[in-house]
């Protein structure tokens, strides 16, 4: 049985959201992706509703099992963080309503996981998860490219058993062991081991809105 995860790129203009399959042998397959989008021109109550809604409605209609959410750590814009913050935390919240369970992963974790290097351009990013996903084109925008890629790192990572059920089973997924990574996988978890998707080991901050 797949286990379906439902990654957020949370954004206070752009929320970008992705979902995706995984089978046990960790193929994975499309499900959904997208971009909730809000004017600077709407209240903030406004655009945190907004927000909030597009998130509920993306686990009520596909059910994802799993929800990564980008772990924000560094920015320099105060108010492009304090957006993304907030979004965040609807993202963290709907998860709680709905029992998902979670898990936050740094923009260094996720570009190594379906790159295999940690400081990947945007553009390498989409390509990837085009390729790991099997789609003709390029995930646009770049936001709900990046919210695939956390799907696919939180899958991939072993994190998914904690609390996680395959979709539409009861029994945990059981985290990939070394002898049968992908070589982005493996690469993602050589980066961890060294420090690099530490956030004091890294300055790449956010995906880059």
């Known amino acids: 049985m797949s286990t379906r995860v439902l990654g957020v790129d949370p954004g206070l203009t752009r929320c970008g959201i992705g979902i995706v399959d995984v089978a046990p042998n960790r193929r994975a397959t499309l499900v959904h992706y997208g971009v909730i989008r809000t004017s600077p021109d709407m209240s903030i109550d406004a655009r945190l509703l907004a927000i909030a809604e597009g998130i509920d409605a993306a686990i009520v209609e596909h059910a994802p099992t799993a929800m990564a959410v980008e772990r924000v750590f560094a920015q320099q814009n105060l108010s492009t963080v304090m957006g993304t913050a907030q979004a965040s935390g609807l993202a963290l919240y709907s998860a709680a309503k709905h029992g998902i369970p979670i898990g936050m992963h740094t923009p260094s974790e996720v570009k190594a996981s379906v790159t295999g290097y940690g400081n990947a351009e945007k553009k390498q990013v989409q390509q990837m998860v085009a390729r790991i996903l099997g789609l003709a084109e390029l995930p646009q925008p770049a936001d709900a490219a990046d919210a695939l890629a956390l799907a696919l790192c939180h899958a991939w990572g072993g994190l998914v058993p904690v609390g996680a059920r395959p979709h539409g089973s009861r029994t945990p997924v059981s985290a990939p062991t070394s002898g049968n990574l992908t070589p982005a996988q493996q690469a993602w978890r050589n980066a961890e081991q060294a420090g690099v998707a ?12």
């Open 198 to 209: 530490s956030p004091r080991n890294t300055r790449t901050g956010r995906f880059g809105k």
